[in-house]
Protein backbone atom coordinates (compact mmCIF):
# COMPACT_ATOMS: atom_id res chain seq x y z
CA UNK A 1 0.00 0.00 0.00
CA UNK A 2 1.08 3.18 0.26
CA UNK A 3 1.88 5.79 -2.95
CA UNK A 4 3.81 3.14 -6.03
CA UNK A 5 5.02 2.95 -9.14
CA UNK A 6 5.01 -0.62 -10.11
CA UNK A 7 6.59 -1.49 -13.31
CA UNK A 8 4.31 -4.86 -14.83
CA UNK A 9 4.80 -6.98 -18.19
CA UNK A 10 3.37 -5.07 -20.36
CA UNK A 11 2.25 -1.99 -18.42
CA UNK A 12 2.80 0.37 -15.71
CA UNK A 13 0.98 0.60 -12.38
CA UNK A 14 1.06 4.02 -10.63
CA UNK A 15 -1.36 3.79 -7.59
CA UNK A 16 -1.52 5.26 -3.91
CA UNK A 17 -4.41 3.63 -1.28
CA UNK A 18 -3.65 3.72 2.67
CA UNK A 19 -6.65 1.59 3.61
CA UNK A 20 -6.59 -2.15 2.59
CA UNK A 21 -9.86 -3.10 0.80
CA UNK A 22 -11.06 0.42 1.17
CA UNK A 23 -10.77 3.44 -1.24
CA UNK A 24 -7.34 3.64 -3.39
CA UNK A 25 -6.78 5.31 -7.03
CA UNK A 26 -4.54 4.58 -9.58
CA UNK A 27 -3.74 4.45 -13.50
CA UNK A 28 -2.61 1.40 -15.68
CA UNK A 29 -0.18 2.92 -18.36
CA UNK A 30 1.04 1.01 -21.98
CA UNK A 31 4.38 0.25 -21.08
CA UNK A 32 5.19 1.91 -24.72
CA UNK A 33 4.19 5.31 -23.00
CA UNK A 34 6.36 5.10 -20.35
CA UNK A 35 8.80 7.64 -22.44
CA UNK A 36 5.65 10.16 -22.02
CA UNK A 37 5.42 9.83 -18.62
CA UNK A 38 6.65 13.09 -17.02
CA UNK A 39 5.19 12.31 -12.85
CA UNK A 40 2.78 10.71 -10.80
CA UNK A 41 1.15 12.31 -7.74
CA UNK A 42 -1.03 10.82 -5.14
CA UNK A 43 -2.73 13.82 -3.05
CA UNK A 44 -5.05 11.15 -1.15
CA UNK A 45 -6.63 8.31 -1.47
CA UNK A 46 -9.37 9.50 -3.51
CA UNK A 47 -7.58 11.47 -5.82
CA UNK A 48 -4.55 10.82 -8.15
CA UNK A 49 -2.26 13.03 -10.81
CA UNK A 50 -0.75 11.53 -13.81
CA UNK A 51 1.27 13.98 -16.22
CA UNK A 52 2.25 13.66 -19.42
CA UNK A 53 3.83 14.79 -22.45
CA UNK A 54 3.49 13.81 -26.10
CA UNK A 55 5.83 15.86 -28.11
CA UNK A 56 5.04 19.38 -27.13
CA UNK A 57 1.78 18.64 -25.78
CA UNK A 58 1.27 17.96 -21.96
CA UNK A 59 -1.28 16.32 -20.88
CA UNK A 60 -2.90 16.22 -17.14
CA UNK A 61 -4.85 13.09 -15.87
CA UNK A 62 -6.94 13.17 -12.15
CA UNK A 63 -8.34 9.91 -11.33
CA UNK A 64 -10.92 10.27 -8.76
CA UNK A 65 -13.00 8.42 -6.07
CA UNK A 66 -15.79 9.96 -4.36
CA UNK A 67 -16.79 9.40 -0.85
CA UNK A 68 -20.45 7.42 -1.16
CA UNK A 69 -23.92 8.36 -0.23
CA UNK A 70 -23.25 7.05 3.36
CA UNK A 71 -20.34 9.28 3.91
CA UNK A 72 -20.18 12.63 5.86
CA UNK A 73 -20.47 16.28 4.62
CA UNK A 74 -16.95 16.61 5.89
CA UNK A 75 -15.76 14.12 4.12
CA UNK A 76 -17.32 14.83 0.84
CA UNK A 77 -15.79 18.48 1.25
CA UNK A 78 -12.33 17.19 2.13
CA UNK A 79 -12.48 15.38 -2.05
CA UNK A 80 -13.55 18.32 -3.32
CA UNK A 81 -10.99 19.80 -1.61
CA UNK A 82 -8.37 17.76 -2.50
CA UNK A 83 -9.77 17.95 -6.19
CA UNK A 84 -8.86 21.67 -6.11
CA UNK A 85 -5.79 21.32 -5.16
CA UNK A 86 -5.09 18.50 -8.05
CA UNK A 87 -6.37 20.88 -10.22
CA UNK A 88 -4.11 23.67 -9.25
CA UNK A 89 -1.28 22.01 -10.46
CA UNK A 90 -2.17 21.15 -13.94
CA UNK A 91 -1.41 21.38 -17.63
CA UNK A 92 -3.05 23.54 -20.05
CA UNK A 93 -5.43 20.36 -21.25
CA UNK A 94 -6.80 18.41 -18.44
CA UNK A 95 -9.26 15.32 -17.86
CA UNK A 96 -10.68 14.80 -14.67
CA UNK A 97 -12.03 11.46 -14.73
CA UNK A 98 -13.62 8.79 -12.32
CA UNK A 99 -16.06 7.12 -10.00
CA UNK A 100 -18.25 10.49 -8.84
CA UNK A 101 -20.92 8.57 -6.63
CA UNK A 102 -22.97 11.82 -8.22
CA UNK A 103 -25.79 10.92 -10.71
CA UNK A 104 -26.49 14.34 -13.21
CA UNK A 105 -29.16 13.27 -14.87
CA UNK A 106 -30.90 15.60 -17.56
CA UNK A 107 -29.03 18.56 -18.58
CA UNK A 108 -30.95 22.20 -17.72
CA UNK A 109 -30.96 24.93 -20.59
CA UNK A 110 -27.97 26.94 -18.27
CA UNK A 111 -25.59 24.01 -18.01
CA UNK A 112 -25.37 23.77 -21.84
CA UNK A 113 -20.94 24.86 -21.13
CA UNK A 114 -20.86 21.93 -19.18
CA UNK A 115 -23.32 19.32 -20.12
CA UNK A 116 -24.18 17.78 -23.80
CA UNK A 117 -27.54 17.15 -24.70
CA UNK A 118 -27.37 13.35 -23.39
CA UNK A 119 -28.34 12.65 -19.64
CA UNK A 120 -29.09 9.67 -18.09
CA UNK A 121 -31.71 9.18 -15.14
CA UNK A 122 -32.43 12.15 -12.43
CA UNK A 123 -30.13 14.19 -11.01
CA UNK A 124 -29.77 13.71 -6.68
CA UNK A 125 -28.21 16.13 -4.70
CA UNK A 126 -24.69 14.61 -5.51
CA UNK A 127 -25.27 15.71 -9.44
CA UNK A 128 -25.72 19.42 -8.58
CA UNK A 129 -22.78 19.22 -6.38
CA UNK A 130 -20.94 17.58 -9.20
CA UNK A 131 -22.02 19.88 -11.79
CA UNK A 132 -21.48 23.42 -9.75
CA UNK A 133 -17.63 22.07 -9.73
CA UNK A 134 -17.62 21.35 -13.04
CA UNK A 135 -18.99 24.80 -13.72
CA UNK A 136 -16.56 26.61 -11.11
CA UNK A 137 -13.34 24.85 -12.66
CA UNK A 138 -14.67 24.82 -16.63
CA UNK A 139 -14.75 21.44 -17.36
CA UNK A 140 -17.43 19.94 -19.66
CA UNK A 141 -18.98 16.71 -18.52
CA UNK A 142 -18.24 14.77 -21.40
CA UNK A 143 -20.26 11.91 -21.22
CA UNK A 144 -23.02 13.76 -22.19
CA UNK A 145 -21.83 14.98 -25.39
CA UNK A 146 -22.06 11.13 -27.44
CA UNK A 147 -25.44 10.09 -28.16
CA UNK A 148 -25.68 6.21 -26.63
CA UNK A 149 -28.20 3.91 -26.68
CA UNK A 150 -30.02 4.05 -22.82
CA UNK A 151 -28.18 0.71 -22.10
CA UNK A 152 -24.87 1.75 -23.37
CA UNK A 153 -25.28 4.71 -20.57
CA UNK A 154 -25.02 3.37 -16.87
CA UNK A 155 -21.72 2.42 -15.42
CA UNK A 156 -23.11 0.98 -12.03
CA UNK A 157 -25.32 -1.70 -11.33
CA UNK A 158 -26.70 -2.98 -7.83
CA UNK A 159 -26.07 -5.73 -5.95
CA UNK A 160 -29.88 -7.11 -6.81
CA UNK A 161 -29.04 -6.28 -10.48
CA UNK A 162 -31.86 -4.24 -10.63
CA UNK A 163 -31.12 -0.54 -10.84
CA UNK A 164 -28.17 0.87 -12.85
CA UNK A 165 -26.48 4.56 -12.82
CA UNK A 166 -24.80 6.53 -14.62
CA UNK A 167 -22.39 7.57 -11.70
CA UNK A 168 -18.65 7.67 -13.44
CA UNK A 169 -17.70 10.24 -15.20
CA UNK A 170 -15.18 11.65 -17.76
CA UNK A 171 -14.27 15.38 -17.55
CA UNK A 172 -12.41 17.81 -19.86
CA UNK A 173 -11.42 21.55 -19.67
CA UNK A 174 -11.00 21.40 -23.84
CA UNK A 175 -13.92 19.16 -25.03
CA UNK A 176 -13.25 19.46 -28.98
CA UNK A 177 -10.25 17.07 -27.84
CA UNK A 178 -12.53 14.28 -27.15
CA UNK A 179 -13.75 12.47 -30.14
CA UNK A 180 -16.18 9.77 -28.22
CA UNK A 181 -16.95 8.18 -25.11
CA UNK A 182 -18.72 5.19 -24.40
CA UNK A 183 -18.94 2.29 -21.90
CA UNK A 184 -17.10 -1.27 -22.73
CA UNK A 185 -19.83 -3.96 -22.28
CA UNK A 186 -17.36 -6.86 -23.08
CA UNK A 187 -14.56 -6.55 -20.49
CA UNK A 188 -14.39 -9.70 -17.82
CA UNK A 189 -13.91 -8.63 -14.68
CA UNK A 190 -15.91 -9.05 -11.26
CA UNK A 191 -16.86 -5.24 -10.40
CA UNK A 192 -20.19 -3.61 -10.29
CA UNK A 193 -18.99 -1.03 -12.22
CA UNK A 194 -18.34 -1.14 -15.90
CA UNK A 195 -14.99 0.87 -17.80
CA UNK A 196 -15.73 4.07 -19.93
CA UNK A 197 -13.63 4.68 -22.42
CA UNK A 198 -12.87 7.82 -24.05
CA UNK A 199 -10.83 8.89 -27.23
CA UNK A 200 -8.44 11.25 -27.24
CA UNK A 201 -7.03 13.89 -30.05
CA UNK A 202 -3.67 14.66 -29.91
CA UNK A 203 -2.45 16.79 -32.60
CA UNK A 204 0.55 15.04 -34.81
CA UNK A 205 4.17 16.31 -34.02
CA UNK A 206 5.05 19.45 -36.74
CA UNK A 207 7.32 18.10 -39.29
CA UNK A 208 10.63 20.15 -39.72
CA UNK A 209 10.71 21.67 -43.22
CA UNK A 210 13.36 21.24 -45.77
CA UNK A 211 15.48 23.66 -46.99
CA UNK A 212 16.63 23.49 -50.64
CA UNK A 213 19.26 26.04 -52.32
CA UNK A 214 18.17 27.48 -55.82
CA UNK A 215 21.86 28.58 -56.67
CA UNK A 216 23.12 26.00 -58.70
CA UNK A 217 26.08 23.62 -57.75
CA UNK A 218 29.40 24.74 -59.12
CA UNK A 219 31.57 22.05 -60.92
CA UNK A 220 34.29 20.02 -58.96
CA UNK A 221 35.69 17.63 -61.24
CA UNK A 222 37.85 17.86 -64.13
CA UNK A 223 35.09 16.46 -66.21
CA UNK A 224 32.59 18.91 -64.81
CA UNK A 225 33.96 21.57 -65.34
CA UNK A 226 35.06 20.92 -69.16
CA UNK A 227 31.34 19.76 -69.84
CA UNK A 228 30.49 23.51 -68.17
CA UNK A 229 32.64 25.38 -70.25
CA UNK A 230 32.05 23.42 -73.31
CA UNK A 231 28.10 24.67 -73.12
CA UNK A 232 28.84 28.47 -71.36
CA UNK A 233 31.23 28.58 -74.68
CA UNK A 234 28.11 27.03 -77.29
CA UNK A 235 25.42 29.28 -75.45
CA UNK A 236 27.86 32.07 -75.74
CA UNK A 237 28.43 31.67 -79.41
CA UNK A 238 24.70 31.00 -80.21
CA UNK A 239 23.78 34.37 -78.89
CA UNK A 240 26.29 36.28 -80.65
CA UNK A 241 25.31 34.77 -84.14
CA UNK A 242 21.57 35.01 -83.27
CA UNK A 243 19.41 37.37 -85.41
CA UNK A 244 17.40 38.64 -82.50
CA UNK A 245 21.43 39.39 -81.49
CA UNK A 246 21.39 42.69 -79.42
CA UNK A 247 23.79 44.51 -77.94
CA UNK A 248 21.74 44.53 -74.21
CA UNK A 249 23.78 43.25 -71.04
CA UNK A 250 20.68 41.88 -70.09
CA UNK A 251 19.27 40.31 -73.38
CA UNK A 252 22.58 38.34 -72.98
CA UNK A 253 21.88 37.12 -69.27
CA UNK A 254 18.94 35.96 -70.40
CA UNK A 255 19.95 33.86 -72.84
CA UNK A 256 22.46 32.27 -70.94
CA UNK A 257 20.07 30.69 -68.14
Known amino acids: MGCKIEELEDYILCYIGETNG???????IKKIYKPNIVSFNGVSERVAIL??????????????????ENAT?????KFYDDLRNAQEVQDKIVLVMGDFNAKIG???????????????GKRNERGDRLIKYACEQKLSIMN?????????????????????????????????????VEVLNKVSFPSDHRLL???????????SRKTYSSSPKAPRTDE????????????VT????SPQHSENVQTYYDNYL
Open 106 to 120: QPKKCENLVMGSFGY
Open 73 to 77: EDEIC
Open 197 to 207: RASFFLKNPKK
Open 224 to 235: EKSIFIESLREN
Open 238 to 241: KSLT
Open 144 to 180: TFFKKKQSRRWTWISPDQKTKNEIDFIMCNKPSKITN
Open 22 to 28: LYGVGFL
Open 51 to 68: KLKFGDEPLTLIQTYAPT
